[in-house]
């Protein structure tokens, strides 16, 4: 189901933004955006698309599952012809579902959440022909989890990401956000045990540049 809809989403932005193909790309006129992202983390990239396959994956002796709630504030820093850097906050809440042990069963699986805040930077090139641009950032920052499988140890941690993604106009300053990255997330090796927790992540929202 979320395949089909994420399908039909991307192809209603596509549609929309063709009206305007050869318009200007308004957000790269503007030092500040804001945006609001939801998405999905697993440990293998068929669950992200709904087909349950194994194919890539970051880890396969733990499940750890979550949803992303992600505010996001951008400004830029450095502009140059059809490229930008832009530095970024990312204040989120997530809820996440995972087994303790390799060996649980989906009954025994557990709810927590997380919260915290990323910070890091972003590089931006902007196509000339289209309101499109593409990105890829890196970001870090401490989170609180309420719970993890038994090979990292639960509470204070930090998370790092990696993510590449597309900017698509919809209307005005207004635009869609897909990306699709990697994050891990560990404590420094301030408590034991510290394996870490990683997911293959997909997320997608709007950005308003302003």
């Known amino acids: 189901m979320r395949k089909k809809v994420f399908i039909i989403l991307l192809?209603?932005?596509?549609?929309?933004?063709?009206?305007?193909?050869y318009a200007q790309d308004s957000l790269f006129t503007k030092k500040n955006?804001?945006?609001?992202?939801?998405?999905?983390?697993?440990?293998?990239?068929?669950?992200?698309?709904?087909?349950?396959?194994?194919?890539?994956a970051v880890a396969t002796n733990y499940y750890y599952h979550v949803t992303f709630y992600e505010l996001e504030y951008y400004r830029t820093i450095k502009k140059k012809r059809s490229?930008?850097?832009?530095?970024?906050?990312?204040?989120?809440?997530?809820?996440?579902?995972?087994?303790?042990?390799p060996e649980s069963a989906s009954a025994d699986y557990l709810d927590g959440y997380e919260f915290?805040?990323?910070?890091?930077?972003l590089y931006r090139k902007h196509l000339s022909a289209l309101p499109l641009?593409?990105?890829i950032s890196l970001s870090s920052g401490p989170h609180y989890a309420s719970g993890t499988p038994h090979r990292q140890m639960s509470g204070f941690l930090f998370s790092n990401n990696f993510f590449a993604g597309v900017n698509l106009k919809i209307y005005k300053n207004?635009?869609?956000?897909?990306?699709?990255?990697?994050?891990?997330?560990?404590?420094?090796?301030t408590r034991l045990p510290n394996a870490g927790v990683n997911n293959v992540v997909l997320k997608e929202g709007i950005v308003v540049g302003f």
């Open 11 to 21: 192809g209603l932005i596509v549609f929309v933004a063709s009206k305007s193909a």
């Open 33 to 56: 955006r804001l945006g609001f992202v939801i998405g999905t983390g697993n440990q293998y990239i068929g669950q992200l698309v709904g087909d349950g396959s194994k194919g890539f």
């Open 83 to 101: 490229a930008e850097w832009d530095v970024l906050v990312q204040p989120q809440y997530n809820i996440n579902r995972y087994g303790m042990y």
């Open 116 to 121: 915290g805040l990323n910070l890091g930077v």
């Open 133 to 135: 641009s593409w990105y």
């Open 174 to 189: 207004l635009y869609a956000d897909v990306r699709f990255g990697l994050r891990h997330m560990s404590n420094a090796g």
